[in-house]
C-alpha cells in the first residue's frame, strides 16, 4: 500500500473547497468533514442523517479500531451540515451513492477526492487517508501539541504521530537545507 501525503498548503485546501462546493454538496462535505475530523474515511461512509442531526457531537464506534470515539461538529462544516441534511430522512445515509440506497464506497471516495486535488493541481501522492493526515498535519502546525494528535489519532508514540503526518521529514529536510559546515 503506498503512503499518501496531507496536503500542506491552506489556499490549495481552500481551491479544493471551491471547486468541490460549485460541483456537489455533497462531495464538499465529505472534504470538509475529514480535513477537520480526522476520522478515517472508513469512519465518515457509514455515517446517517441521524448521526449528525440536531446533536453537538457524533458519537463512532470506529470501524479499524472498535473503540468509541466522540468529536465535536465544528463551525468549519456545520453551517453546510445542516443545509446538507435539511430535507432527508434520519435514516438516509448522509454521503448516498447514486446507485442505491447505500452510502458511496471508499473508491468513489478515492475518486472523488483524487479529482478535486488533481483539479486544483496538487501533484503529492493523494488518497482518501489524505484528509485524515491533512487534519493531523494542520492541529499539530496550529496547536503544537503532539500528544493530544497522538490521543485523536490512537497511535503509540509520538514519533509514529509526526511520521504519519510528515512532520519528521518537513523537520529533517527544513534541518539539513539550513546545515552547514
Known amino acids: 500500500m503506498q ?10 485546501i481552500k481551491k479544493i473547497k471551491t471547486n468541490l ?18 476520522l478515517r474515511i472508513s469512519d465518515i461512509l457509514k455515517l446517517k442523517v441521524k448521526d449528525v442531526r440536531d446533536v453537538e457531537y457524533i458519537q463512532i ?10 468529536f465535536p461538529i465544528t ?15 434520519l435514516e438516509d445515509w448522509l454521503f448516498k451513492s447514486k446507485k442505491g440506497n447505500r452510502p458511496i464506497t471508499r473508491v468513489q471516495a478515492y475518486r472523488i477526492i483524487r ?14 487517508h489524505t484528509l485524515r493526515k491533512t487534519f493531523g498535519y494542520h492541529f499539530y502546525q496550529e496547536k503544537k501539541d503532539i500528544a493530544l494528535l497522538q490521543t485523536i489519532f490512537n497511535h503509540s508514540t509520538p514519533t509514529v504521530t509526526l511520521r504519519y503526518i510528515g512532520i ?3 523537520m529533517i529536510d527544513s534541518n539539513l537545507k539550513s546545515f552547514s559546515l
Open 115 to 128: 479529482r478535486a486535488c488533481e483539479k486544483a493541481g496538487l501533484t503529492t501522492k493523494i488518497g482518501t
Open 61 to 70: 464506534k470506529e470501524k479499524k479500531t472498535q473503540k468509541s470515539k466522540r
Open 75 to 89: 463551525n468549519a462544516y456545520k453551517k453546510i451540515l445542516d443545509e446538507f441534511i435539511k430535507n432527508k430522512s
Open 168 to 170: 519528521n521529514q518537513d
Open 3 to 12: 503512503s499518501v501525503e496531507p496536503i500542506r498548503c491552506k489556499k490549495t
Open 21 to 38: 462546493l460549485k460541483k456537489s454538496p455533497r462531495n464538499f462535505l465529505l472534504f470538509s468533514l475529514g480535513i477537520n475530523s480526522g
